[in-house]
C-alpha cells in the first residue's frame, strides 16, 4: 500500500477534506472531487474515497475484487457475519428467502395496514397543536413500530430499540475506529441479541408467519442457525429504521423548500414513488458504500491493492452531471431517474428499498392530508447534517 504521506501528496484534495465539512455540506466537495480528483484518499476517513457514477457502478458490481466483509468493515465489526457481509453462495444463503417477503406486493398485503394506522397514531399526539418538531414526534418513531410489527414484536419495546439504533448508528459511522464507540456497540449488540432470543424461543411457541417467524422457517438451501437469524434480523432492523427516519426527513424537509413540487404531489398522489426515487438522489440519506478490495485492481486509474478500502459515494454518483441533467436541482420527473444509486447496486443492494419507499410515502401522503398547509417553522429553521447517514437533525414545522 502507499505511506499515508504520499498519499496525501497525490490527493491534495483529498488531504483537504474534514468530517465537520463533509458534514455540513458534502456537495461542493463531491463537485470538486469529480472534476478534478475522482478517487482520491482521505485521512479524515482513512479511506479512498471514489465519486463519479461510472467508477462506483464499476466497484459496487464487482465482488470478485470489491468485497464487504473484512476487519476493516464498520458494519462487520459491529455486526459479525451477515447477508450485508457475506459474497456468494452465503450471501444468497441469508437473503434470497427473504427477497419475496420485500417485494412491492408483499410490502403492500402484509404491511400496509399497519404503516397507516402507526402513521395517524402518532400523528393523533400532534395534528391539533398546528405545530411540531417532526423528527422526535413522528420520523424517528414510525420506523421502529414499523419493524416491530414487521418482525411480529411487541409495541411497548419501542424505546428500547430506539436505544439500541442509536449505538449502532454511531458505530456505523466510526471510520476514525474510536474504542469507546465501538465498545458501547459490541454491548448493545450483545444485549439485542438476547432480546432477540427470547423473542425467538417466543415465536418457536407460537408462530405468527411475520418476519422472524419466516426467518426460522427457511430452510432452501438450508435452515439458518439461531445466531445466524439473529445477526440478519440485527441488519434489517438497523436498515429498516435509518434510510426510513431520513427519507421521511428528507422529502418533508425538501418539499418545504420546493413547494410547487408539493403542489404537483397533492394535485397527482402517483407521483409519490418518483418523489422519493428524485429525494433520495438529491438529498443522499445514506451517503456511501464501502468496499474492500481482496485482490490488486485498477479502476478510475488507481491501482488498488489487497487491504485497501473504497467508500464509494453514492451521494456523489447521485449528482453526476454525466449522467443526471442539471443534477443540483431537484426535479422529480426526470427522464434519467430511475438510474440512481442511492440505495445501491448490485448484489448488496437495499433489500427494504420497497418498505422504506411504502413507509415514507405513506407518512408524507397522510401527514400533508392531516396538517393542511404543512410548511417549515421560519422562526426555527432547519438544518441538514451527517457526513454518512444525513438529514435534518431537527425539523421544526407549522399548519
Not at 451477515?82 to 456468494?88: D, N, R
Not at 417477503?101 to 399497519?114: C, D, V, W, Y
Not at 439485542?192 to 423473542?199: C, I
Request: charged letters at 20%; a negative charge; hydrophobic letters at 40%.
Amino acid at each position: 500500500m502507499e505511506p499515508a504521506l504520499d498519499r496525501s501528496q497525490q490527493y491534495p484534495l483529498g488531504a483537504s477534506i474534514t468530517l465537520e465539512d463533509m458534514n455540513v455540506d458534502p456537495y461542493p466537495i463531491y463537485s470538486r472531487l469529480r472534476e478534478s480528483e475522482p478517487i482520491t484518499w482521505s485521512d479524515a476517513y482513512n479511506m479512498y474515497l471514489a465519486t463519479r457514477y461510472e467508477d462506483v457502478q464499476a466497484i459496487l458490481r464487482d465482488t470478485e475484487n470489491f468485497v464487504v466483509g473484512t476487519e476493516h468493515s464498520t458494519i462487520m465489526d459491529t455486526f459479525g457475519e451477515h447477508m450485508l457481509t457475506t459474497e456468494g453462495e452465503q450471501h444468497d444463503t441469508y437473503k434470497k428467502p427473504l427477497l419475496p417477503t420485500f417485494r412491492p406486493g408483499s410490502i403492500r398485503a402484509l404491511m400496509e395496514q399497519a404503516i397507516r394506522s402507526h402513521c395517524n397514531e402518532l400523528i393523533d399526539g400532534f395534528a391539533s397543536g398546528g405545530k411540531v418538531e417532526l423528527r422526535s414526534a413522528f420520523a424517528s418513531r414510525l420506523p421502529i413500530k414499523t419493524v416491530l410489527s414487521l418482525f411480529g414484536l411487541s409495541q411497548q419495546d419501542e424505546t428500547l430499540l430506539r436505544g439500541w439504533y442509536d449505538a449502532f448508528e454511531k458505530a456505523l459511522a466510526n471510520f476514525t475506529w474510536d474504542p469507546e464507540i465501538r465498545a458501547h456497540a459490541k454491548k448493545q449488540v450483545a444485549a439485542f441479541h438476547d432480546y432477540l432470543q427470547v423473542q425467538i424461543d417466543n415465536k418457536r411457541q407460537a408462530p405468527d408467519g411475520l418476519l422472524l417467524d419466516q426467518m426460522l422457517s427457511i430452510s432452501e438451501p438450508r435452515s439458518l442457525t439461531d445466531e445466524e437469524v439473529r445477526r440478519n434480523a440485527s441488519i434489517i432492523f438497523f436498515g429498516g429504521i435509518s434510510t426510513v427516519e431520513a427519507l421521511t426527513l428528507n422529502a418533508v424537509y425538501t418539499l418545504g423548500h420546493h413547494p410547487q413540487a408539493q403542489q404537483q404531489l397533492l394535485t397527482k398522489p402517483e407521483l409519490m414513488p418518483q418523489l422519493l426515487d428524485e429525494v433520495v438522489r438529491f438529498t443522499g440519506p445514506v451517503q456511501s458504500a464501502s468496499r474492500h478490495v481482496v485482490k490488486e485492481v485498477s479502476i478510475g486509474g488507481v491501482n488498488f491493492q489487497p487491504g485497501d478500502t473504497v467508500n464509494c459515494m453514492l451521494a456523489s454518483a447521485n449528482r453526476d452531471a454525466t449522467v443526471f441533467t442539471n443534477p443540483d436541482t431537484f426535479d422529480f420527473t426526470r427522464p434519467e431517474l430511475r438510474k440512481h444509486v442511492g440505495f445501491a447496486i448490485g448484489s448488496h443492494n437495499c433489500l427494504g428499498s420497497h418498505l422504506a419507499k411504502a413507509e415514507a410515502g405513506m407518512a408524507v401522503e397522510i401527514l400533508l392530508a392531516r396538517c393542511p398547509g404543512l410548511h417549515l417553522d421560519p422562526d426555527h429553521p432547519a438544518e441538514v447534517r451527517g457526513y454518512e447517514f444525513r438529514q435534518p437533525r431537527a425539523l421544526p414545522l407549522c399548519w
